[in-house]
Structures are given as structure tokens and as C-alpha cells.
Nanobody, 123 residues
Framework: QVQLVESGGGLVQAGGSLRLSCAAS????????MGWFRQAPGKEREFVAA????????YYADSVKGRFTISRDNAKNTVYLQMNSLKPEDTAVYYC????????????????WGQGTQLTVSS
């Protein structure tokens, strides 16, 4: 069982940067692949980025490639999403998610989800 708590959301101007964090409970954090998703008002949740168990592999949605960077610190049980060159269309609730070892890469589904953190990008 993994519990995930996101933080770091807020209001930022277009072109700005922000870093989201997701703190995970449990001693086996390093055995989980982690992902970030987002959901804008009136839209379906969409994949943003994923990182493998030890952080060797990453995978991004085309819409954020080159602007967002996912990373993890297994000693701190935390995964991050560094977001640069933010656009108004990045406005959404951002969720982190976890899936246990043995899943495919990139993961097709996730087992655990956080409650989300709101990002608003003003134009």
C-alpha cells in the first residue's frame, strides 16, 4: 500500500516555472514506477510523465516534452515534476500515481493515486 501526497501547486504567470512534489509513504518506494497526470476542467485526465523504479528511464507526453522534467529521490520517497515555460493550457489539477514493480514500461495503468494539486497558469 502506498499513500501519495502532492504539493507545490499554485498560480504562476505564463513562461514561469514551478516544481511539484509527491511524497510517498512506505519503505518500498524505490520498487514503484511513478507517474504524473493532469486533469483540466471539462477534460479527461491525461498522462504527463513517468519515471522508472530507479529513475533510469523517463517518458513524457508530447505536450510537455522539453519543458517538464520528472525526477525522483528514493532516499526521500519523493517524486518531482519540474515545469518550465508554463502555458495557460497547462492549467489543471496534477496527480501523482504509483505502480508496483513488474509493470510494463511505460506503465499502462497505475495502482495508487494522490489527491492532486492545482496549477493555474495565467496569461
Amino acid at each position: 500500500q502506498v499513500q501519495l501526497v502532492e504539493s507545490g501547486g499554485g498560480l504562476v504567470q505564463a513562461g514561469g516555472s514551478l516544481r511539484l512534489s509527491c511524497a510517498a509513504s512506505g519503505r518500498t518506494f524505490s520498487s514503484y514506477a511513478m507517474g504524473w497526470f493532469r486533469q483540466a476542467p471539462g477534460k479527461e485526465r491525461e498522462f504527463v510523465a513517468a519515471i522508472s523504479w530507479k529513475g533510469v528511464n523517463t517518458y513524457y507526453a508530447d505536450s510537455v516534452k522539453g519543458r517538464f522534467t520528472i525526477s525522483r529521490d528514493n532516499a526521500k520517497n519523493t517524486v518531482y515534476l519540474q515545469m518550465n515555460s508554463l502555458k495557460p493550457e497547462d492549467t489543471a489539477v496534477y496527480y501523482c500515481a504509483a505502480v508496483g514493480s513488474g509493470s510494463s514500461w511505460p506503465p499502462r495503468q497505475y495502482d495508487y493515486w494522490g489527491q492532486g494539486t492545482q496549477l493555474t497558469v495565467s496569461s
